[in-house]
């Protein structure tokens, strides 16, 4: 079995590659296994990477080792391979994805626990080709949190106040935008100000619209929100982000489905795939089961549990 890490250089603002290698290097000390250390040097270089490594036929462990993008990109090259498990090893700012494992969330912390640990199936969102394992978002909650990047560099600029003015921009630009959506026998045109694809939990740095979904059970949660005013959308917005969606059906539609969404635009819009950006007219999410193997840490009850 080879153990392969991917790097990402720019994750959390500072390249933190010395770092992993010191751990991997100490963490191996006793280990027969091979592994690499892998430093990415640009977009989906880590999903090339890992199918390149995949080709060989060998058992292969990779750990994204960054924030939530580098985990997708990892879970790109590693989605429908047999030979392949990944996991996230959390170097970056964001890690909504661990986030849903609540108090054993820093278990993906302790390399020792991923090197000692199980491999289960799980579920991913095929969203127009591209692999989600966690959440897919199309409307002001999209466009907001892809393009915090924009003014993460403006001096005295924290994240926070970032994200502050990317929501005032798009905000500015309108909440609402022209869309058809179907999911099963859902069916709905007009303006809306969001919808949200839920194979985990958390996104945008602590949003949690789905308080149960799980990554392997077949199932996507859908919310749907309709066209809102302003004032209307500063007073959900918060019960949305803590999981209470539920308490405003006048606003918010729940969906569950094992099928495919499927949304048309009015125009390009901004679609959020675990954070990272794809632009389209159309949309087809669909959910496909046991797509994935994850690498589970050892001592991790969650899986074991379906009232987690």
């Not at 986030?99 to 390399?111: A, I, V």
């Not at 059906?249 to 949304?263: D, K, N, Q, S």
């Amino acid at each position: 079995m080879k153990h392969l890490f991917i790097v990402n250089p720019v994750a959390g603002g500072s390249d933190k590659t010395a770092e992993v290698r010191a751990k991997v290097e100490k963490a191996f000390q006793d280990r027969e296994d091979s592994f690499e250390i892998y430093v990415t040097c640009g977009p989906m270089d880590a999903a090339r990477k890992i199918i390149t490594e995949a080709g060989l036929g060998e058992q292969l462990r990779v750990y994204a080792c960054g924030g939530d993008g580098t985990f997708n990109e990892c879970v790109c090259g590693a989605a429908e391979q047999p030979n392949v498990a990944v996991c996230p090893f959390p170097t970056g700012t964001g890690n909504d994805f661990c986030r849903m494992f609540g108090e054993e969330k820093d278990l993906f912390r302790d390399l020792d626990a991923l090197l000692d640990g199980e491999e289960r199936a799980i579920d991913l969102i095929d969203c127009n080709g591209r692999w989600s394992v966690n959440i897919c978002s199309v409307g002001i909650d999209a466009r907001v949190g892809t393009e915090v990047h924009k003014y993460g560099g403006i001096p005295l600029l924290g994240k926070a106040s970032a994200y502050v003015v990317s929501a005032a921009v798009n905000v500015f630009k309108g909440i609402s935008s022209e869309m058809s959506v179907s999911c099963g026998d859902f069916q709905r045109s007009g303006k809306t100000t969001l919808v949200c694809a839920c194979n985990g939990r958390f996104y945008g740095g602590g949003f949690n619209p789905s308080l149960h979904a799980r990554p392997d059970d077949g199932i996507m949660d859908v919310f749907v929100v309709k066209k809102v005013s302003l004032l209307e959308f500063a007073a959900l917005i918060g019960k949305y982000a803590a999981g209470k969606a539920d308490e405003m059906p006048r606003y918010v539609t729940h969906l569950r489905t094992g099928g495919a969404l499927e949304m048309t635009f009015g125009r390009t819009e901004v679609i959020n795939v675990d954070g990272e950006e794809m632009q389209a007219d159309h949309v087809v999410m669909r959910m496909v089961p046991k797509a994935l193997k994850l690498i589970v840490p050892k001592g991790m009850r969650f899986f074991d549990d379906p009232t987690r």
